[in-house]
């Protein structure tokens, strides 16, 4: 599939002059064009500020290595402003670039490239690598034998199996601990891992605690407050963010709020919920759990308590002694919504607003498990916790076919079949929904405590694939946490297995192999921030390249044999290896790859030498 040879654009620094404008500001991009795409009478942008067309004319600016750049400047009239590349040809015909790739039709403003002016995310998300622990089942702290098990917990050795059928799958105790979690930190760093994300870590009823039922302390069984605020300051000191979970959605249906007000019409508390009778005993819930009664969000005191200003729980766990590093939403994609309300935005600007407020060096992450793209466009998100975009098409094509799996969410049934083609054609579809600074903040899981693991349905030897593509591509990389370990599972329950640190010995290739890659990720800038341009698309493999000033790095991803070419022009210089097998021969005709599958090669290549972007008016002319 011959990508290269079209025009191409994307949101990182060698195509857009500034990343986080204002309103009023004049920012200035950048497209390149094969010298080879044939003559071009006119390069324009077409922007669509307050939904009325503008356009403005870019000039060439430079040609290196068999490209011609152009540059033009837009002004930024909108919080989200989009816009895209129109060429007129010699021949008069017109073709057009958006962020789904190359067209000769005209496009749909939903999918333009965007420049936001929304605040930025923080610097060190785009570089960050997340380490998902599911507290219950990461580590038992010797003090976890002195605490008295809750009424509702079923106790469960560290050995036993995990219950993942049935009534006491929520109720199945390990006894997992935050303390736990803080002796084991020399383990992610042997990994490399930037992030800690920490599922709820409030007491409720269940073993996942997405049952809330209060926001205003740590759960005792996880070692209460302090335990929080020693495992944050002791990650902090090893250069590690944390994360916590909140479920904006829904509470417990033991939540001090919920029983302050079912069967009692006229408290405070009554309008946090949705009620379906005049006595308070019948309410909405999520997907009509009764145990997580839904949030009405058109309460104001509700708005108080839980997300707006510096005395809400959104605000408490940020501020110092927890220090927080930011949340990740549960259920973000139904918050707010319920029949005719719809106060989704509001919800998730207040949220951001918020943490603004407290520490703007903070992100904020919501899950949504289809396609996100109407809800992440960088108003308060800066990222998305999704399927669509990277692991169903990965799963889709490094995936066998004769096991059964819910699919992430989808029906009951066989996964489906994907070529290499597919995958990027799925790929594009959603994750290019996104503005560019969103897609360098969205989750690129293979799995998490919500899905079957990986490992699961994997063909041989497609670890290294998998998790090569979620450390290359743009996004953040999420280990959860056992998959270093080569763990199982069929579905979300079954995947929450304990960690198995009795066999760190026997796990340490898999674990070297992620640490390895890990370390790909964190140590070359191209990979943390660069541009992605994909290079070739085949049945068997594929193959793009990160790009910034600095360096390149050339990605080879194989399901099975490939031998393929590229023109000269695809990338500049000699490849070095840094990772895998693959050969990479530049010859008088082109370029060449060939290689077996699976496999995951990676390479070093020179920077892309450009001129400085033009600080106002018209842009510099062309030089051979």
């Not at 909405?284 to 969000?297: H, I, M, Q, R």
């Not at 370029?591 to 290549?605: D, E, N, Q, T, V």
Request: proline share 7%.
């Amino acid at each position: 599939m011959g990508i290269v040879h079209e025009p191409h654009h994307d949101g990182s620094p060698l195509y857009v002059s500034h990343a986080a404008p204002r309103l009023g500001d004049h920012v200035r991009v950048r497209v390149r064009i094969p010298s080879d795409f044939g003559p071009i009478d006119i390069v324009r942008t077409r922007s669509n500020p307050n939904h009325e067309p503008r356009f403005t004319v870019a000039s060439p600016v430079a040609r290196v290595e068999g490209w011609d750049w152009w540059e033009a400047e837009i002004e930024v009239e909108n919080l989200t402003h989009g816009y895209r590349f129109l060429f007129t040809l010699a021949d008069g015909s017109s073709c057009w670039l958006n962020a789904t790739g190359f067209h000769t039709i005209e496009t749909l403003d939903s999918e333009d490239f965007k420049i936001l002016a929304h605040p930025a995310p923080p610097e060190w998300a785009k570089a960050s690598v997340m380490y998902q622990v599911f507290p219950d089942r990461f580590a038992r702290s010797a003090d976890a034998a002195g605490r008295v098990l809750p009424a509702w917990a079923e106790q469960a050795k560290w050995s036993d199996p995990v219950t993942h059928v049935g009534p006491h799958t929520a109720t199945q105790f390990y006894g997992g601990d935050l303390k736990g979690i803080e002796q084991h930190l020399d383990h992610l760093e042997r990994l490399g891992v930037t992030m800690l994300y920490l599922t709820p870590v409030f007491p409720a009823q269940s073993n996942h605690r997405y049952d809330a039922l209060s926001f205003d302390e740590v759960d005792p069984m996880l070692g209460g407050d302090a335990a929080l605020i020693s495992l944050v300051e002791a990650a902090h000191a090893r250069g590690l963010t944390v994360i916590g979970d909140l479920t904006s959605n829904h509470s417990g249906d033991a939540h001090e709020w919920f029983t302050a007000s079912h069967l009692t019409p006229g408290t405070p508390e009554s309008a946090f919920y949705y009620w379906l009778d005049a006595e308070q005993r019948d309410y909405a819930s999520w997907l009509g759990v009764p145990s997580l009664p839904k949030f009405n969000w058109n309460s104001p005191e509700l708005r108080a308590r839980f997300i707006e200003g510096p005395d809400s729980i959104v605000a408490k766990w940020l501020k110092p002694p927890y220090s927080l590093d930011g949340w990740r939403i549960d259920v973000a994609n139904m918050t707010g919504r319920h029949l005719t309300d719809d106060l989704n935005a509001e919800v998730r600007g207040i949220i951001r607003r918020t943490m603004i407020d407290i520490n703007p060096d903070t992100i904020l992450l919501g899950e949504s498990t289809n396609d996100a793209t109407s809800d992440f466009q960088g108003d308060a998100w800066h990222g998305a916790m999704t399927y669509a975009n990277f692991t169903r098409p990965v799963w889709g094509w490094l995936s066998t076919k004769d096991r059964e799996s819910s699919y992430f969410g989808l029906p009951f049934g066989t996964i489906p079949s994907y070529s290499g083609e597919q995958v990027f054609a799925a790929h594009r579809q959603f994750a290019h929904g996104f503005p560019w600074r969103v897609q360098l903040s969205t989750m690129n899981a293979l799995d998490t405590h919500d899905t079957p693991r990986f490992l699961t349905h994997a063909i041989d030897g497609a670890q290294p694939v998998a998790v090569g593509l979620s450390m290359t591509m743009p996004g953040i990389p999420v280990v959860f946490a056992g998959d270093e370990f080569g763990l199982v599972g069929d579905d979300g329950e079954h995947s929450r297995t304990p960690m198995p640190w009795s066999e760190v010995d026997a796990a340490a290739p898999t674990i070297d192999l992620y640490s390895d890659l890990v370390h790909l990720r964190t140590g070359h800038p191209a990979l943390n921030g660069g541009g992605m341009r994909w290079l070739h698309v085949g049945r068997e493999v594929l193959v793009f390249i990160r790009e910034t000033a600095e360096e390149s790095i050339l990605v080879i991803a194989a399901r099975g044999a490939y031998d393929t070419s590229l023109p000269a022009y695809a990338f500049a210089g000699i490849p070095r290896s840094l990772y895998g097998t693959a050969t990479v021969e530049r010859g008088g005709a082109g370029i060449r790859l060939w290689g077996s599958g699976p496999s995951f090669s990676a390479f070093a290549l020179p920077g892309v030498a450009l001129p400085d972007f033009a600080a106002t008016g018209t842009a510099r002319e062309l030089k051979p």
